[in-house]
Nanobody
Framework: QVQLVESGGGLVQAGGSLRLSCAAS????????MGWFRQAPGKEREFVAA???????YSADSVKGRFTISRDNAKNTVYLQMNSLRPEDTAVYSC????????????????????WGQGTQVTVSS
């Protein structure tokens, strides 16, 4: 079991930046692949970015070149650095964890994740 707590959301103007953090409980954080998802009002939750146990990353096309996912196993934390924010990035951002056997595997689908945080609101004004 792992508990996830997101932080770092807020209100920012278009073109600005935010860094989201997701702190995980427990001593086995390095054994989890992590992901970020977001859900805008009236829309389904969508994949944003993922990182494997070994640090391999993958991002959705909509955020490539603007968002960067990273992890610090010593701090049991995964980050999402968001630059050049746009109004369409407004959503509740949630982190998720799963335990794939492979060091290099990352996951991009909701059902592949076992544990979820409560989410943090990001609002981008125009």
């Amino acid at each position: 079991q792992v508990q996830l707590v997101e932080s770092g959301g807020g209100l920012v103007q278009a073109g600005g930046s935010l860094r989201l953090s997701c702190a995980a409980s427990g001593r086995t954080f390095s054994s989890y692949a992590m992901g970020w998802f977001r859900q805008a009002p009236g829309k389904e939750r969508e994949f944003v970015a993922a990182i494997s146990r070994s640090g391999s990353t993958y991002s959705a096309d909509s955020v490539k070149g603007r968002f960067t996912i990273s992890r610090d196993n010593a701090k049991n934390t995964v980050y999402l650095q968001m630059n050049s924010l746009r109004p369409e990035d407004t959503a509740v951002y949630s982190c998720a964890a799963t335990r794939p056997l492979s060091l290099t595997a990352y996951r991009t689908r909701e059902y592949e994740y076992d544990f979820w945080g409560q989410g943090t609101q990001v609002t981008v004004s125009s």
